[in-house]
T-cell receptor, first 115, second 116 residues
């Protein structure tokens, strides 16, 4: 079985400071991992994905994440927060080796950016 | 061109009614899904179809019935709506290659269902 734990339900940063959103996963097989963002009253947009290629993954809007198998982590970072980054962020796991084709979502982290 | 589109965007209805949410994708994907997002923002898979065939049916009341007339469409019909059905429902699609690396899903904008 696969699962995802987002360690912080809410993160608040000041504009221009670094962002760190933490995610740990559990998977029986080789996982694919994703970060999605949801702006208020909007759909879900893919930020980046890890699919067993490079462990450091770069995404849109300056976000990146590093896959660390030894720590079963996939934390999302950004060097400098922007006001437009305020949103809900979801860490997601998908098992590539099984026939089950569904994504398992973490509980989400709300990012607040203070001016 | 919207990749995954769902209608309606908002749906307010009374308890006991039957309603449908429609979803269409123009990405040529083989797999489509319905997810439910509750009031705490938690997202959970409800159904998954691959080439019109049901492959995932999570623990969902029988009042929920998905229908896939073709692989580009996956509609969700809900009978006898209850207050607890109020949520945002997301349709999504993904490429259908088993074991392929492109397993991310593309989501629609969501349908906010409010049962009063």
């Amino acid at each position: 079985a696969q699962s995802v734990t987002q360690l912080d339900s809410h993160v608040s940063v000041s504009e221009g400071t670094p962002v760190l959103l933490r995610c740990n996963y559990s998977s029986s097989y080789s996982p694919s991992l994703f970060w999605y963002v949801q702006h208020p009253n909007k759909g879900l947009q893919l930020l980046l994905k890890y699919t067993s290629a490079a462990t450091l993954v770069k995404g849109i809007n300056g976000f990146e994440a590093e896959f660390k198998k030894s720590e079963t982590s996939f934390h999302l970072t950004k060097p400098s927060a922007h006001m437009s980054d305020a949103a809900e962020y979801f860490c997601v796991v998908s098992e590539v080796d099984t026939g089950r084709r569904a994504l398992t979502f973490g509980s989400g982290t709300r990012l607040q950016v203070q001016p | 061109d919207t990749a995954v589109s769902q209608t309606p965007k908002y749906l307010v209805t009374q308890m006991g009614n039957d309603k449908s949410i429609k979803c269409e994708q123009n990405l040529g994907h083989d797999t489509m899904y319905w997810y439910k997002q509750d009031s705490k923002k938690f997202l959970k898979i409800m159904f998954s179809y691959n080439n019109k065939e049901l492959i995932i049916n999570e623990t969902v009341p029988n009042r929920f019935s998905p229908k896939s007339p073709d692989k580009a469409h996956l509609n969700l019909h809900i009978n006898s709506l209850e207050l607890g059905d109020s949520a945002v429902y997301f349709c999504a699609s993904s490429p259908g290659t088993t074991g392929g690396l492109n397993t991310e899903a593309f989501f629609g904008q969501g349908t906010r269902l409010t049962v009063v």
